[in-house]
């Protein structure tokens, strides 16, 4: 277990020029979402689900007990699994080797999209819109008035939840699913909302025919952002601490490193543009494409991070931890301008304070149990290490 809290981390200098994507070994079907569990990594497409343990160098069907392969979405948390197929979601808690039906309440619906928040789970589809409380033993029908076409999207932030439908735009409950309206202020309605992320207090949209939107009070009003993209058509998104990747339908992935005010194309090697699905580890963005696979780059590559010091100048204890991490400092160590955040294993920032002192105490009681990164950043350097929530 502590070969895990190691960092296996080296990131080097940025050259744009010689990056590169490379296919892995999943190379001839369509992924339609994939999810990341510690070292696995899960395709979902229509022919099943596909697992790696080896950042894709090599894959292997897993679709034992699934009675729908045709895949559409992945969520994970902890041990479980969640995919969302024809009629169906399935729950897998051995690493896709065994699935499992999960479907009481749910109305024989195709479901396209999936979320996990806390204990929450949240399934949408074409008219449907389930939560479940009890790990996918029982799911409530929570449309609630809600004018949904096909619901392909779910952000979380502060206590709103928001939806992203495949025709009717954007819908926001403040109540956990009670009530729901409208907030498509700021872009026009009858648009589709193909996939939504966080950032902060950021929340960003990728539509079908209004590109990229942003909103920056908590999903009420939204902006195009829009400078730099050349396809209007935007599909996927993920985010790596400030970073924001982009996928869309022809014109392959974007990053933008400034929230979303300009984006650059990163498609050096990709070979197929047409991207459905992304996920972040540590080490890679994997882009899953129609009909060509997974397809993976090393995000040293397109973070502009010149240089990540390993653990040099502060420990952190206990490791593995249950309710508190504290974070000791060299003495050389400068604390001006120093915070610590902590992400989970896909790169979401979980939690954010200033350092002001050589040792400090984190509360890590409210996150659930897994492998976390730790990054310590001053004027000077940033460094990183992991460890592990029991």
Request: neutral net charge; charged residues 10%; contains cysteine.
């Amino acid at each position: 277990m502590k070969k895990l809290c190691i960092l296996l981390i080296a990131l080097f200098a940025f050259n744009m020029t010689n990056a590169q994507w490379q296919q892995t070994s999943l190379d001839s079907t369509t992924v339609n979402s994939i999810t990341i569990q510690d070292s696995c990594i899960y395709a979902g497409s229509y022919y099943g689900i596909y697992r790696s343990t080896n950042n894709g160098n090599s894959w292997s069907q897993v679709n034992n007990g699934l009675t729908y392969t045709f895949v559409n979405t992945l969520a994970s948390k902890d041990s479980n699994i969640f995919a969302g197929a024809i009629r169906n979601v399935f729950l897998s808690n051995d690493m896709g080797n065994h699935w499992v039906e999960k479907i009481n309440g749910i109305s024989n619906d195709f479901i396209y999209s999936l979320a996990i928040n806390g204990n929450n789970i949240w399934a949408g589809g074409t008219g449907a819109l389930y939560l479940s409380t009890d790990n996918g033993n029982n799911w409530i029908d929570k449309r609630n008035g809600a004018s949904i076409s096909t619901i392909l999207a779910f952000a979380f932030i502060g206590n709103n939840i928001i939806l992203g439908d495949d025709f009717n735009g954007l819908f926001l409950s403040s109540n956990n699913g009670n009530n729901w309206y409208s907030v498509n202020s700021g872009i026009p309605v009858c648009y589709g909302v193909n996939a939504l992320a966080t950032i902060g207090n950021k929340v960003f949209a990728a539509t079908t025919t209004w590109g990229m939107n942003l909103s920056t009070n908590n999903g009420y009003n939204w902006s195009a952002i829009n400078n730099g993209i050349s396809n209007t058509l935007t599909k996927s998104l993920a985010v790596f601490d400030t970073i924001i990747f982009l996928g869309t339908e022809g014109k392959g992935v974007f990053i933008s490193k400034d929230y979303g005010n300009s984006w650059i194309a990163v498609n050096s090697g990709l070979q197929n543009l047409e991207i459905e699905s992304l996920s972040i580890n540590n080490n890679y963005l994997f882009a899953g494409t129609n009909n060509s696979g997974v397809w993976k780059r090393p995000l040293s590559e397109m973070t502009g991070i010149t240089e990540i010091k390993l653990n040099n100048n502060f420990t952190i204890s206990p490791n593995p931890a249950i309710t508190n991490l504290c974070i000791n400092l060299q003495q050389q160590t400068k604390l001006q301008n120093t915070t610590v955040s902590i992400y989970d294993i896909q790169g979401k920032l979980l939690l954010q304070q200033e350092l002001t002192q050589p040792q400090t105490d984190l509360n890590i009681a409210p996150l659930a149990k897994g492998i976390y990164v730790v990054k310590v950043n001053n004027d000077n350097n940033s460094m990183v290490s992991k460890f592990i929530k029991e």
